[in-house]
């Protein structure tokens, strides 16, 4: 039985910016929530005073994604919040967005929407489908035609937040001025779900369904307005990616197809953050959309360090602010509307030992140098091969012969001589191999999946980074 949808929208101005919660924002171009009988995206505003008062004008900053808006992300992720750089974090801070306090204050209005069927949004749930990226598209131009807003509208997110991102901006809403995806998936298949073929779906549990019971118990915000969902309900009402990505095994599939996108679509400014760390989900999906986006503008940034605080480091949010200022308020300080002048590729170098998990040893000890181009121009190009006696060299082994090992636990190590200069290993490896099963239970096993990570050991034989494999 469908729930009677309500309009809980209010406006709190008691604080130093304007809080609108649960603002409903009709759909035109998604597709009708038939299930519902409506069709509305439902968002959280912060916007600067005087937009209420003098009716002043802002470039929005929106944000659409399936964790739930009204959860603060002291609640979220307490641990994490606590280690946030303070003027960075408040009370209206979300898992994975920008910091609304932060943004008001520099002249920013911010939309936090819930994607549809999450959170406040009623509707069919349905990660990264075509369904859900036409309503963002809605949002976006919504965004770009209210009151308070002067036209322009960038996106600005990490994971989720930037993985819709791409899908959006190939869509070209009027109004979209500039993306900054931050370490965020372009590639369903490949980088989701499915890494390098390999099943991959456990994401489903962190998204907070609409009409989800016990929300407010588990800190996970408010229960929806309008009531809780059957467990039978809310299992008709989604498409559970868990189930999806088993059943469907193959890029070409139609599962995976109704979701693809071409970036070459994408015509506004990118800045592009990838994380040398983040091998599974986010690292290839960042350095791919960048080399394949059309946009005439676009900038390849790579950081280090943490999933979740580089974002709210002082020299990152810098370059965010300085980016969105050039396309969404015209005060361009750096350069980066002007074709050349900003070098393209900002790489983080890697170089040292700074410990785990320590941040600003990380910040102190990797050195940042710019390139004009990606894949780095002047790289050389080494061939290594693998060696019956467990080595990796740049001379072929002659003989040929077969290494064995017992899965799943089982491994091969090869290990190459050390490095007799300073050197620096950036890019894209690649490995060819052939392989084949067998069982000693005289079964016959059909698959086999692979996983290869490059290791670094110092001249004392301690393990330094991992390199990114991919």
């Excluded at 009027?174 to 900054?180: C, H, Q, S, Y």
């Excluded at 095994?249 to 994380?275: K, M």
């Excluded at 002048?341 to 941040?359: E, F, I, S, T, Y």
Aim: charge should be negative.
């Amino acid at each position: 039985m469908p729930l009677p949808i309500l309009n809980h929208h209010k406006i709190d101005a008691s604080g130093p910016f304007i809080v609108e919660t649960d603002v409903d924002i009709p759909l035109t171009t998604a597709p009708q929530n038939t299930e519902y009988g409506v069709n509305i995206i439902r968002a959280n505003i912060y916007r600067p005073k005087d937009s209420f008062t003098s009716g002043e004008k802002y470039p929005v900053l929106v944000t659409y994604g399936p964790y739930g808006k009204d959860i603060p992300y002291s609640d979220f992720q307490p641990q994490s919040f606590s280690e946030l750089n303070p003027k960075y974090r408040s009370a209206h801070s979300a898992w994975e967005t920008p910091d609304p306090a932060y943004w008001t204050s520099q002249g920013y209005a911010i939309v936090r929407a819930d994607e549809r069927g999450t959170g406040q949004s009623p509707g069919k749930l349905d990660t990264m489908s075509a369904g859900t990226s036409e309503a963002f598209f809605d949002v976006v131009e919504w965004a770009a035609t209210q009151p308070w807003s002067n036209g322009k509208v960038g996106l600005l997110g990490i994971s989720y937040y930037a993985g819709s991102q791409w899908r959006v901006a190939a869509r070209k809403p009027k109004g979209l001025a500039a993306i900054v995806p931050w370490e965020g998936m372009s590639d369903y298949y490949r980088d989701r779900v499915r890494h390098g073929g390999i099943l991959s779906n456990d994401f489903i549990g962190w998204i907070n369904q609409y009409g989800l019971a016990g929300r407010k118990d588990r800190k996970w915000g408010l229960d929806t307005h309008e009531g809780t969902l059957s467990a039978e309900e809310l299992e008709r009402n989604r498409a559970d990616q868990t189930i999806d990505t088993a059943k469907n095994e193959y890029r070409d599939q139609e599962y995976y197809t109704s979701r693809d996108f071409n970036l070459e679509d994408i015509e506004v400014p990118i800045l592009s953050v990838a994380n040398w760390g983040g091998i599974l989900l986010h690292l290839r999906s960042n350095v791919v959309g960048y080399l394949k986006a059309g946009s005439k503008l676009k900038y390849l940034r790579f950081i280090t360090g943490r999933h979740d605080l580089p974002f709210f480091y002082e020299e990152e949010v810098k370059v965010q602010q300085s980016f969105l200022d050039a396309f969404l308020k015209g005060k361009d300080t750096v350069g980066w509307s002007i074709p050349g002048k900003v070098q393209a590729v900002d790489l983080c170098l890697r170089k040292g030992d700074p410990g785990h998990n320590n941040a600003e040893a990380e910040l102190a000890t990797f050195p940042r140098r710019t390139e004009n181009e990606w894949p780095i121009k002047l790289t050389t190009y080494v061939d290594y091969h693998l060696s019956s006696s467990l080595v990796l060299s740049p001379k072929k082994d002659p003989t040929v012969s077969t290494l064995r090992y017992e899965a799943p636990s089982g491994q091969l190590q090869f290990m190459s001589a050390p490095f007799e200069e300073e050197s620096g290993i950036t890019g894209h490896p690649s490995l060819t191999i052939t392989t084949s099963l067998s069982s000693r239970d005289g079964s016959k096993p059909t698959d086999n999946d692979i996983f290869v990570t490059i290791h670094h050991y110092d001249s004392s034989g301690k393990e330094g980074k991992r390199l990114p494999y991919r």
